[in-house]
């Protein structure tokens, strides 16, 4: 069993849909979680961090984490053409510079107008 | 501010060649990644730098890579000989190495070995 699963779709939705993306882990010491967004031929950029359990939302995006169920997710409201991209979660023990990023597989996502 | 800047963005090679991928981060970085990146897959990281030092390289296959950051700024990523496995994407990434310490990714260099 790989320490972070991701479902690596494709996923397709119209414009407008909300769009939930989902991970799991194994690893209860994972207190650092990301999302980051990779369009293709380019290098990931980082779109969310969450500290620990609970909620953040920045615009469009919310990204919850339950630490109970080792379970995060991203919610995408309204998508856009703009937003099809593939997304990958990421997650750490320790922030910092000798944490070690764990990252899952990616979920291609396509908004199509 | 420009970014990560990676040179070559594709690369075409037959196997037993040498090849090397070259990486400047974004000014003040002290922190460099090398990760590569398999289709569908998440980015594996290589090698990572502090200044001039390499101070996390257990996950480089030395018999067969090499990579260097003589005065901890640019970096260069060498495979030598490359053999069909090594087809993928070579992603270079910096960080200030200070806080949130959020990697800025180049846009990759795509290795086809034929």
């Known amino acids: 069993q790989k320490e972070v699963e991701q479902d690596p779709g494709p996923l397709s939705v119209p414009e407008g849909a909300i769009v939930s993306l989902n991970c799991t882990y194994s690893n209860s010491a994972f207190q650092y979680f990301m999302w980051y967004r990779q369009y293709s031929r380019k290098g990931p950029e980082l779109l969310m961090y969450t500290y620990s359990s609970g909620n953040k939302e920045d615009g469009r995006f919310t990204a919850q984490v339950d630490k109970s169920s080792k379970y995060i997710s991203l919610f995408i409201r309204d998508s856009q053409p703009s937003d099809s991209a593939t997304y990958l979660c990421?997650?750490?023990?320790?922030?910092?510079?000798?944490?070690?990023?764990?990252w899952g597989l990616g979920t291609s996502l396509a908004v199509n107008p | 501010e420009a970014g990560v800047v990676q040179s070559p963005r594709y690369k075409i090679i037959e196997k037993k060649q040498p090849v090397a991928f070259w990486c400047n981060p974004i000014?003040?970085?002290?922190?460099l990644y090398w990760y590569l990146q398999n289709l569908g897959q998440g980015p594996e990281l290589l090698i990572r730098y502090e200044n001039e030092e390499a101070v996390d390289d257990s996950q480089l296959p030395k018999d067969r890579f090499s990579a260097e950051r003589l005065k901890g700024v640019d970096s260069t990523l060498k495979i030598q000989p490359a053999e069909l496995g090594d087809s993928a994407v070579y992603l270079c990434a910096s960080s200030k190495g200070q806080g949130l310490n959020e990697q800025f990714f180049g846009p990759g260099t795509r290795l086809t070995v034929l």
């Open positions: 990421a997650m750490s023990e320790r922030a910092g510079n000798n944490r070690k990023l764990i």
């Open positions: 000014s003040g970085h002290n922190t």
